[in-house]
Every structure is written in structure tokens, then in C-alpha cells.
């Protein structure tokens, strides 16, 4: 390696190193925030440092998130497939006429007209070839539509349609429960599972009793980040003190000065491709 390349290398260690020293002072420097002065600026906490760990899992939750959704949606197609080919096979074998019901999805209609088509071939399930083919359409079009990029951007929209003063709340109950290392993530998990994920599952598949938010590792991918940053928080600072640890802080740290952030701006939630 020659030194500019060497150089380099350091340069972009520093610089890493720099990111992450400097994410957690942006956290130490408000919860040493007495609770009073972090609700008045709640937006600021929000929108600063809160928003950069969100930043982060939206950043890691989107492939688990595309790879979840891309296999029950392909397991539905396949399903709905196989339940048209049966109705189809059914009407074949009465000598009826093919009547594929329009109400019905597309991927059920393709199947009525192939089971309508071959009877003997639907026998509870259907024949390797042509199920691999049925797959292989399934995730041709699920590639299509939604991406990981898709999913972020859907992810970032319905996050930022979530309202700073509940995210504060949620956050400082939880903080008061389990500490601040540990408050964080609970109150993060909570806000992703139960009010982002519902809207974004639904405007991306359509489907309101998608149910995969079990299959996907939400509670590790959200646990790992926030340990990640408030793993480095002084042990004496996790409790929530309603007087905050300013004091402490100070002397330690030098004088604190809440930086003002631009706020966002909101996004509408409902179209997210």
C-alpha cells in the first residue's frame, strides 16, 4: 500500500470514528437534560439524535423487510394459484363451461384456466414444472414492485408521519421502566411494530392480514443499533433522573448547548413507490 493510499485508509477510519464519538455525545448531551428541558424541546431530541438511530435501522431493516415480504407474497401467489386450478379442475370434470370469476386475482384466474385446461394434472398439488414456473412469475413480478430502496423510502415516510411528541413519550415511559440503554430500543421496537410496519405492509401488498412482522428479526436489528450507540453511555447516566445529570456532565464534559435542528419536513404517508 503506498502512503497516499495508506493515508487515505486512515482518513476514512478517523472519519468513522469521529461519526460515532460524535452520535454519542449528541445522546449524552440531552439526557443529562433534566426531563422538563427535553420535553420543551422535544422536536429537536426528535429530530436529532432519535432520528439518526431510526436513520440506522430503516438502513437495516429494509433487506430483512424485502426478503419477509418477497416470501409470503410468492407463498400467497402460489396458494391462489392452486386454488383456481382445483375450481378449475372441478368445473372441467362437471362438463361445465369455464367460468373464471373476474372478483378473483389474477394469479387464481391463471390458475382456474390452467386446472380448467389439464384436470388430470391438479391432484392436491401441482406438477414440479409447473409450479417452479409459478414461482419463478411471482418473483419476477414482486421484483418489480418493491425494492429495498422502495421499502426505505416507504419506511422513512411512515416514520416521519409519526408525531415527535408521542415518540418522546413512548421513549421516556419506557426509559423510566428499563434505563435509557435499554428504554430506547423497547420504545423504538414498539413504535416500528405497531405503527409503522401495519402502515407500510398494507400500502405496499394491499393485503391487511399480512402477518409476517414474527417472521422478521425487528427486536435484533433495532436492539443491536441502539446498544451499539448507548452501549458507550457512563452507566451512571442510563437512570432518568427527572433533575437530569447537567452537573455531572459539565464538569466532566464542558458546557452543553442544545443545537437547533432544521425540523423536517412531513411527507404524506400513502404512496410510497
Same mark, same amino acid.
Given at each position: 500500500?503506498?502512503?497516499?493510499? &495508506?493515508?487515505?485508509?486512515?482518513?476514512?477510519? !478517523?472519519?468513522?470514528?469521529?461519526?460515532?464519538?460524535?452520535?454519542?455525545?449528541?445522546?449524552?448531551?440531552?439526557?443529562?437534560?433534566?426531563?422538563?428541558?427535553?420535553?420543551?424541546?422535544?422536536?429537536?431530541?426528535?429530530?436529532?439524535?432519535?432520528?439518526?438511530?431510526?436513520?440506522?435501522?430503516?438502513?437495516?431493516?429494509?433487506? !430483512?423487510?424485502?426478503? #419477509?415480504?418477497?416470501?409470503?407474497?410468492?407463498?400467497?401467489?402460489?396458494?391462489?394459484?392452486?386454488?383456481?386450478?382445483?375450481?378449475?379442475?372441478?368445473? #372441467?370434470?362437471?362438463?361445465?363451461?369455464?367460468?373464471?370469476?373476474?372478483?378473483?386475482?389474477?394469479?387464481?384466474?391463471?390458475?382456474?384456466?390452467?386446472?380448467?385446461?389439464?384436470?388430470?394434472?391438479?391432484?392436491?398439488?401441482?406438477?414440479?414444472?409447473?409450479?417452479?414456473?409459478?414461482?419463478?412469475?411471482?418473483?419476477?413480478?414482486?421484483?418489480?414492485?418493491?425494492?429495498?430502496?422502495?421499502?426505505?423510502? #416507504?419506511?422513512?415516510?411512515?416514520?416521519?408521519?409519526?408525531?415527535?411528541?408521542?415518540?418522546?413519550? !413512548?421513549?421516556?415511559?419506557?426509559?423510566?421502566?428499563?434505563?435509557?440503554?435499554?428504554?430506547?430500543?423497547?420504545?423504538?421496537?414498539?413504535?416500528?411494530? &405497531?405503527?409503522?410496519?401495519?402502515?407500510?405492509?398494507?400500502?405496499?401488498?394491499?393485503?391487511?392480514?399480512?402477518?409476517?412482522?414474527?417472521?422478521?428479526?425487528?427486536?435484533?436489528?433495532?436492539?443491536?443499533?441502539?446498544?451499539?450507540?448507548?452501549?458507550?453511555?457512563?452507566?451512571?447516566?442510563?437512570?432518568?433522573?427527572?433533575?437530569?445529570?447537567?452537573?455531572?456532565?459539565? &464538569?466532566?464534559?464542558?458546557?452543553?448547548?442544545?443545537?437547533?435542528?432544521?425540523?423536517?419536513?412531513?411527507?404524506?404517508?400513502?404512496?410510497?413507490?
Amino acid at each position: 500500500m503506498n502512503r497516499a493510499a &495508506h493515508q487515505m485508509m486512515i482518513q476514512r477510519v !478517523a472519519g468513522r470514528y469521529n461519526q460515532r464519538q460524535a452520535g454519542v455525545q449528541d445522546w449524552l448531551q440531552w439526557i443529562v437534560q433534566p426531563v422538563d428541558v427535553i420535553w420543551k424541546h422535544h422536536k429537536e431530541f426528535v429530530y436529532g439524535p432519535i432520528d439518526d438511530a431510526m436513520d440506522a435501522i430503516i438502513k437495516d431493516l429494509a433487506p !430483512a423487510l424485502v426478503k #419477509a415480504i418477497g416470501e409470503q407474497e410468492v407463498e400467497d401467489d402460489v396458494d391462489e394459484f392452486l386454488d383456481g386450478a382445483t375450481q378449475g379442475k372441478w368445473d #372441467a370434470n362437471k362438463g361445465n363451461f369455464a367460468d373464471s370469476n373476474p372478483r378473483e386475482t389474477e394469479d387464481w384466474q391463471e390458475g382456474y384456466q390452467w386446472g380448467f385446461a389439464n384436470p388430470s394434472l391438479v391432484r392436491g398439488d401441482l406438477p414440479p414444472n409447473v409450479r417452479r414456473q409459478v414461482v419463478e412469475d411471482a418473483v419476477k413480478d414482486y421484483r418489480k414492485r418493491i425494492t429495498e430502496e422502495v421499502l426505505k423510502r #416507504a419506511l422513512s415516510k411512515a416514520w416521519s408521519a409519526v408525531s415527535p411528541a408521542h415518540t418522546l413519550k !413512548a421513549i421516556m415511559v419506557a426509559v423510566k421502566k428499563h434505563g435509557w440503554k435499554l428504554g430506547v430500543g423497547f420504545a423504538l421496537f414498539e413504535i416500528v411494530e &405497531h405503527m409503522i410496519l401495519p402502515i407500510v405492509l398494507v400500502s405496499l401488498t394491499g393485503h391487511e392480514e399480512l402477518a409476517i412482522t414474527g417472521t422478521i428479526p425487528i427486536g435484533e436489528i433495532i436492539y443491536a443499533i441502539i446498544f451499539r450507540i448507548m452501549g458507550r453511555v457512563p452507566s451512571e447516566l442510563n437512570k432518568l433522573e427527572a433533575d437530569g445529570h447537567l452537573d455531572w456532565y459539565e &464538569h466532566k464534559y464542558g458546557p452543553v448547548r442544545i443545537a437547533m435542528r432544521r425540523e423536517r419536513i412531513y411527507a404524506p404517508v400513502g404512496i410510497y413507490a
